[in-house]
RNA sequence: GCGAGGGUUGCCCAGCUGGUCAAAGGCGCCGGACUUAAGAUCCGGUAUCGAAGGAUUUCGUGGGUUCAAAUCCCACCCCUCGCACCA
């Protein structure tokens, strides 16, 4: 019987079995249903490591759950709406080098085939099929009777109904959007079009209106309530200025600001229009008005204003900005009369308008002195203005003279104040990069106010707070990011949800525009319910709204959607008995960058669209992968296809060594070495069990069992309990650490000290405990041992804790062994000494009546040294012991105190016949040592040359080596 | 900058409701057994010192709390991820 192991020929047997017998084609029964999904893979290229690391999770905790006793659903589909694919297609249809390489190179596409992937659809059928492939040859016990893909005509109808629902709750409205755009190309520039400054972001200026004389001076500020402590305004003499009209919802003005500002104006939601120049020198020296608090204050030249940043046009608050302190300081004393300015810059009264600890009254005045800032043109100026920023943005609080907004905390005042100058038409928004953005064509970008976008109005604070409630009823695995979820739905704004260019669903109420890729996925894991009836030949123009409406949320009647849809009562019915019966989502498990998009999305369709017994339950994420070290990249490698890892190390290997290399949130990284190990495990795993297999063992547990054997028994309990701990919270690593790495160590312990009685047992189990994680490899052993045709494993009962095994005596037995020959043989190993003759003295009578008593005084009231010596004193028989008993009791009462209690419940039931548990198991001892053992207890030693006998204690025998 | 997570013994990492923690497990390395040999397998070792089961110094850095800290608190340094209209 006994083989090698071959993964290759095992993993296909088994795989076409389960196929054959439909094992993993869950109907509706009544069992307690688990519905897990992962999110489904988007097809610009074959699956990799990443896609195994989720998917495999995802198939390791269905098959956990189905060997539970659950009836379990892990469906899957393909994801290919949006624009990767349509430009995957351009890219091999005019031979693109780099890409032509990567896909035949990296993701292993053959030659006679990558060239005719020029069109999307030719696209999505060959990854689709690849896919497919991939995922049965890992061994996903996947239903595929309901897979689908995201351009099917019925996929689209299910969209549209939900899109149409989505607006007529009004969570779909129209509004302007501002994207990076390239004015050259005059297109919106994505991420792998720039050339400089990726990183950039779009930051939301506050444009200050200040006015004079009808003309309008708007200043930028990222902090708008900085506009109680305005003394002056700053133009740069040096650069060009422009008068321009505004016009914006109906009202029309005259602004000044710089010339690039002015071209900058010409993206936003504004009409502009030149008017003419403006020499510099006419806007210094004037005065102009605050728009808020109606002080009339003075511009003043500054060399430090850049043409390109904001308006170009800045306002002063030398109390909390360096910058416009050390600006001011400069001008102290200097002649300005070119400007036509008279007053001395030095009655300007600094306006201090935030109170903050660890600075004065002018914070910007302190942060230059303490740094040292020589001038504007330091560069340590730079960092004061941060240092001012950080210590008032996180402490500071607005004061007295800030009216209506005293006290508000400054980290908190930006967006409420600058509703109130948006109201007030005083301030208006102004978008801008952190950084400057050049495209790959060389052209400087700039903000681009997209206007008539459709969103889905994520930031209404009504959804968001149901949104709130679900995840606060939701179990989050690991717990801890249940915070960065909260998070998230707090930071997420209005998500542009239409877009002209891709593969996709048309909005249905303005045809023009497709649904964006990650709207069309958000409550998709309900249509592989209905999929699984659509795909036998139900037409797209069947699938009315009221279809989806009484199906998924039990609107309307059976016969009145039957009479619309054409569609038989019985199969509607059907559909929604299958829907009620599989929905909610138990588990969605994903990916960690999937935490701010899709799964928030996904939450935030769910709560809107069904009721909240249709929530989803829980929702599971994992780390990236990378691969020896490097971070994979589907367009640039490095890549590591499932297929190629199946190829290469088999089903099982991978899956093992997938799952084993990281916990939950972690990274993982891919390592060859690592997988080889792997291989090895479960080579020795096969080899040992076809071992037991073939000695013709059976099962002993019914038989007598000695004190190895309870033990065995008792560890693998504590295994079982472990592992499937490990599985509720998805700890993947930590189960197979049990499951696989420690229970493998116990087995081997169990037959280097002679047992075998309950091998067949001990392995009976362990298939089961691994078919999760290994299942084929497990299926063989399985077959072998005896089970018939139909007998999967995937479908047996998973061990679970049985309390009646757990025998604490045997496991201290095993341990008084272990550590007595550790003991002995740290002494050979100090002393270099060979011993002929070992002699163990275990504990006197009196010191094990100690310790009991010690153990059940901290049990039962309070362990206290003093009365602890009381008590045994007490005792006629321990008086003899009167000297050396305080000694004891004085490092007994400190060693029990100390324990982890489930240590002392362990112990509290101590009573061990030590002596006899050395002497049955001196053979061993003495075979490990290699030398006679004797065994005497310290009451009364027969031979005890050295007096070593007086150092016994309860389980820790004291030793003589001869 | 903001938010989240993390820094442990040669490596990957477990531990982190404070005490059996010099710290699990895997890998690697060293030694041994087996073998004609290699591989596989099995056994032992793997911080330092130690002629008796012990002692000493370790868990990013620096402080602190405590009888006791890898574990709790504070500060700092470093790393990874996300910050969107892109799947």
Redesign the pocket.
């Known amino acids: 019987m006994e083989q090698d192991y071959n993964p290759q020929e095992i993993e296909k047997k088994w795989q076409s079995r389960w196929n054959e017998s439909r094992v993993f084609e869950p109907e509706p029964d009544e069992r307690d249903k688990f519905f897990i999904t992962i999110p489904y893979p988007?097809l610009?290229g074959n699956l990799h490591a990443g896609h195994t690391r989720t998917f495999t999770i995802g198939d390791v905790v269905a098959r956990h759950r189905r060997m539970l006793g659950y009836n379990v659903l892990y469906p899957m589909g393909f994801?290919?709406?949006?624009?990767?694919?349509v430009g995957l297609a351009e890219l091999i249809a005019s031979r693109d080098p780099q890409t032509m390489d990567v896909y035949s190179r990296l993701h292993k596409i053959p030659e006679d085939v990558l060239p005719f992937l020029d069109t999307p659809e030719k696209i999505v059928d060959y990854f689709s099929v690849e896919a497919e492939l991939a995922m049965r040859s890992i061994g996903y016990s996947i239903d595929w009777r309901r897979k689908f893909t995201t351009t099917d005509p019925t996929y689209k109808k299910f969209i549209e109904w939900q899109f149409n629902l989505l607006h007529d709750k009004g969570l779909i409205v129209k509004g302007s959007?501002?994207?990076?755009w390239c004015p050259h190309d005059n297109n919106?520039?994505?991420?792998h079009d720039i050339l400089h400054g990726e990183?950039a972001?779009?930051v939301d200026f506050t444009f200050i209106k200040f006015e004079h004389d009808g003309l309008i001076l708007p200043c930028a500020t990222l902090r708008p309530e900085t506009i109680f402590g305005v003394t002056n305004l700053w133009v740069n003499p040096d650069i060009e200025h422009v008068r321009i009209k505004v016009k914006q919802g109906g009202k029309e003005e005259f602004w000044v600001v710089s010339r690039e500002a002015y071209d900058k104006l010409t993206y936003t939601d504004r009409e502009v229009e030149f008017v003419d120049n403006v020499p510099s020198g006419s806007i210094i020296g004037i005065k102009v008005r605050n728009p808020l608090t109606g002080k009339e204050v003075i511009t003043l030249p500054a060399s430090f204003v850049k043409a390109g940043n904001g308006s170009g046009i800045v306002m002063s608050v030398p109390a909390h900005a360096p910058y416009d302190y050390l600006a001011i300081k400069d001008l102290y004393d200097k002649d300005l009369s070119e400007y036509g300015i008279t007053e001395n810059v030095r009655d300007i009264e600094f306006i201090s308008l935030i109170e903050v600890k660890d600075f004065g009254e002018y914070p910007a005045v302190d942060a230059v002195r303490q740094l040292g800032v020589e001038d504007q043109k330091d560069p340590r100026a730079e960092e004061a203005t941060?240092l001012v920023y950080?210590r008032e943005?996180?402490g500071g609080v607005l004061k007295d003279n800030t009216g209506e907004y005293a006290g508000i905390a400054v980290s908190k005042i930006k967006d409420v104040l600058t509703r109130d100058l948006l109201s007030r038409g005083i301030g208006e928004i102004f978008y801008e990069f952190s950084e400057p953005v050049v495209c790959r064509c060389g052209t400087p970008c700039v903000v681009n106010m997209v206007k008539g976008q459709w969103?889905l109005n994520?930031?209404s604070p009504e959804w968001k707070d149901i949104v709130y409630r679900c995840i606060e009823n939701m179990e989050i695995i690991p717990e801890?990011?249940r915070?960065?979820f909260k998070?998230?739905v707090d930071?997420?704004?209005?998500?542009?949800?239409a877009?002209k260019?891709?593969l996709g669903t048309r909005l249905p109420f303005d045809t023009e525009w497709l649904i964006?890729?990650?709207g069309d996925s958000t409550i998709y894991m309900s249509y592989y319910i209905t999929n699984k009836f659509f795909s036998q030949g139900v037409l797209p123009e069947q699938l009315k709204p009221s279809l989806f409406d009484y199906v998924l949320l039990g609107k309307g009647r059976v016969q009145e959607t039957a009479a619309d849809t054409g569609l038989d009562e019985k199969l509607i019915a059907d559909m929604k008995a299958d829907f009620d019966y599989w929905y909610p989502v138990d588990l969605r498990s994903s990916g960690?960058?999937?935490?701010?998009?899709?799964l928030l999305f996904f939450l935030f369709h769910h709560v809107a669209i069904f009721d909240e017994d249709k929530w989803p339950r829980a929702m599971a994420v994992n780390g990236?992968v990378s691969l020896e070290g490097e971070?994979m990249s589907k367009s640039k490698g490095p890549i590591l296809t499932m297929k190629e890892a199946v190829g290469t190390y088999g089903a099982d290997v991978s899956r093992m060594y997938i799952l084993?290399?990281?916990?939950?949130?972690?990274?993982?990284?891919w390592r060859n070495?690592?997988v080889?190990?792997?291989r090895?495990?479960m080579?020795?795993f096969y080899?040992?069990a076809m071992e037991i297999i073939s000695s013709g063992a059976s099962s002993g547990i019914e038989g007598e069992l000695h004190l190895i054997d309870r033990w065995m028994l008792s560890r693998l309990q504590q295994i079982v309990r472990e592992t499937n701990n490990d599985m509720t919270s998805i700890?993947t690593?930590?189960a197979l650490?049990n499951a696989f790495?420690?229970l493998?160590?116990d087995v081997?312990?169990y037959q280097?000290r002679g047992g075998s009685a309950v091998l067949y047992d001990v392995l009976d189990s362990w298939v089961r405990l691994m078919a999760p994680f290994t299942p084929h490899i497990c299926e063989e052993i399985w077959s072998a041992m005896g089970h018939g045709e139909n007998d999967f494993v995937s479908m047996a009962p998973y061990p679970i804790f049985c309390p009646e095994y757990v025998d604490n005596d045997a496991e201290l037995a095993e341990e008084l062994i272990c550590?007595?020959l550790?003991?002995?043989?740290?002494?050979i190993?100090?002393?270099?000494?060979r011993?002929k003759k070992a002699v163990l003295y275990t504990s006197p009578a009196w010191k094990t009546r100690a310790f009991k008593l010690a153990l059940k005084m901290l049990h039962e009231e309070d362990l206290d040294p003093g009365k602890l010596i009381k008590e045994l004193m007490a005792e006629p028989e321990n008086r003899h012991y009167g000297k050396e008993i305080p000694k004891y009791v004085q490092k007994l009462v400190?060693?029990?105190?100390?324990?982890?209690t489930g240590?002392?419940e362990m112990?509290l039931g101590f009573d061990l016949d030590e002596q006899s548990i050395l002497r049955e198991n001196g053979e061993c001892l003495a075979n490990?040592i290699g030398c006679q053992i004797d065994v005497y207890t310290a009451d009364s030693p027969e031979y005890d040359p050295?007096n070593?006998s007086r150092?016994?204690a309860p389980?820790?025998?004291?030793?003589?080596?001869?």
């Open positions: 988007y610009n994801h290919v709406t949006g624009t990767p694919i959007h501002p994207v990076k919106p520039v994505e991420d990183n972001t779009i941060k950080r943005f996180h969103f994520y930031s801890e990011i915070v960065e998070n998230k930071w997420l704004k209005d998500k542009a949800c877009r260019k891709g964006e890729s990650l960690k960058d999937l935490v701010s998009n899709h990236f971070k084993s290399s990281a916990e939950q949130t972690q990274d993982a990284d070495a690592g080889e190990s792997a090895k495990q080579e020795r080899k040992l700890r690593r930590g650490q790495f420690l493998y160590n081997k312990w280097r550590n007595t550790s003991d002995i043989e740290e002494i190993k100090v002393t270099k000494i011993p400190p060693d029990i105190k100390s324990m982890k240590r002392f112990l490990e050295e070593k150092f016994a389980l820790r025998p004291a030793i003589y080596l001869e």
